[in-house]
């Protein structure tokens, strides 16, 4: 089985579309959430991920935030301005299915689970070997897939933590062996935060047991240009092209 792994597309219609065509045929779709916020096209970015065949999706904070069942205490200006307007923007229908969305952590197969900030907590992030470790103790399964900090990241634990140097460039593999648990992060597919501006993935290969963490390039240019034709603020479409 080839799963395409998808976080934090944030309303971003351009990269989403080069990932759907970087990563070719697979077998399910992975969404771990904040498909709106920051970004011009949440509307034309949900029906997209609605329509794909075979995703197991759930939510992230902007999600919820956006679709109007958390309120925006937790978030900066930047983030709280980017989510009035997105919330303003949602059609009735992608309001209502947006709400309908379920919380992390879910349990794929027995390899994979999936959650958006970490399997304790959704919104909580992981950054750090401790934030890792706290993670780990609640797994289900060896292989936990998260998002949120849209920074590339990978943990292996086999008795204690193994640093894995951070998925970083082109294309990273890491090879998944039988008995070690796994924490990875794919990075974010519309707002990448790591110094690389090219939208950020994953590929899970089950039968060669690998996860490769790619990138890839897209009109950054005309999500840039969406963002303040939409009024929202300049420095939302600065930082793509910076990556963070
Ligand atoms: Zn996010």
């Known amino acids: 089985m080839r799963y395409l792994i998808v976080s934090d597309v944030h309303a971003n219609l351009e ?3 080069a ?14 959430g904040d498909l709106v916020g920051y970004g011009a096209d949440p509307n034309a970015v949900i029906d997209r991920i609605r329509g794909l065949e075979r995703a197991t999706i759930i939510r992230g904070n902007h999600d919820k935030v956006g679709a109007g069942i958390e309120n925006v205490d937790s978030f900066n200006h930047l983030a709280r301005y980017a989510i009035a307007w997105t919330a303003s923007a949602l059609t009735p229908d992608n309001r209502e299915w947006l709400a309908a969305v379920q919380p992390g952590p879910v349990a794929i197969d027995d390899l994979v689970e999936i959650c958006h900030g970490s399997p304790f907590d959704e919104d909580v992030y992981i950054f750090d070997d401790l934030d890792a470790r ?3 103790n609640v797994t289900t399964r060896p292989l936990c897939l998260f998002g949120h900090t849209h920074v590339p990241a990978a943990f292996r634990f ?5 640093p894995i140097g951070p998925p970083r460039g082109a294309r990273f593999r890491l090879p ?7 924490l990875v992060n794919c990075g974010a597919v519309g707002q990448p935060r790591d110094g690389d501006p090219r939208a950020a993935f994953g590929l899970l290969d089950t039968e060669s047991s690998s996860l490769t963490v790619l990138r890839v390039t897209y ?8 963002i303040v034709d939409a ?3 300049e420095v939302l479409a600065q930082r793509l092209a910076i990556g963070r």
């Open 231 to 233: 009024g929202l603020p």
């Open 158 to 162: 086999d008795g204690d933590l193994k």
């Open 134 to 136: 706290r993670a780990i």
């Open 19 to 32: 990932t759907l065509s970087a990563a070719g045929e697979v077998d399910r779709v992975l969404v771990l």
């Open 176 to 182: 998944l062996d039988d008995g070690a648990k796994y």
């Open 219 to 226: 009109d950054v240019a005309g999500a840039q240009q969406k």
């Open 15 to 17: 990269a989403l579309e």
